[in-house]
């Protein structure tokens, strides 16, 4: 049995950016996506073929942190930097721990990019930390163990 609360998430490409921590990392899926064709004279049923492989967008959870570290500029230049600057993917890796701080899964998105940054809302009368949000797009998922 693996526990899902000890995973590492690191980040490649120059600037160095390395190990982030997060809280929390949603969204790593992929689905088939299909086509439905009715084939002419037949009406009993239709074929379903394949188009393609879609893969949803990575959610990284974190306490709101000052964006004086490569990771908050990387972030910060993509969204707010109004296309002055090329965007500069990086392949970030995704992987998750047993007890013993060994890798047993990991996941890479290559060619991933910030397409979202979300603070989540602020309530006074709770003592939460101050949580943001940073949604990744990417061009392909590869997963091992």
């Given amino acids: 049995m693996t526990g899902a609360f000890?995973?590492?998430v690191k980040f490649q490409g120059g600037p160095?950016?390395?190990?982030v921590a997060f809280k929390e990392a949603s969204g790593l899926?992929?689905?088939m996506e299909m086509e439905t064709v009715s084939e002419g004279g037949v009406n009993d049923h239709q074929l379903r073929l394949p188009k393609?492989?879609?893969q949803?967008?990575?959610?990284?959870k974190r306490a709101m942190m000052p964006r004086e570290n490569n990771f908050g500029e990387w972030v910060h230049s993509t969204l707010e930097g109004g296309f002055a600057k090329p965007i500069v993917p990086r392949n970030v890796e995704i992987i998750l721990r047993n007890e013993e701080g060994e890798p047993m899964y990991w996941w890479i998105c290559s060619g991933a990019w910030p397409v979202k940054w979300n603070a989540e809302p602020f309530d006074s009368q709770k003592n939460d930390l101050a949580v943001e949000s940073i949604e990744l797009a990417y061009a392909e998922l590869k997963r091992g163990q």
Wanted: charged share 15%; no cysteine; hydrophobic share 35%.
């Fill in 16 to 19: 160095s950016i390395g190990e």
């Fill in 29 to 31: 899926s992929s689905e």
């Fill in 56 to 60: 949803t967008n990575v959610v990284l």
């Fill in 52 to 54: 393609g492989v879609r």
């Fill in 6 to 8: 000890y995973f590492s």
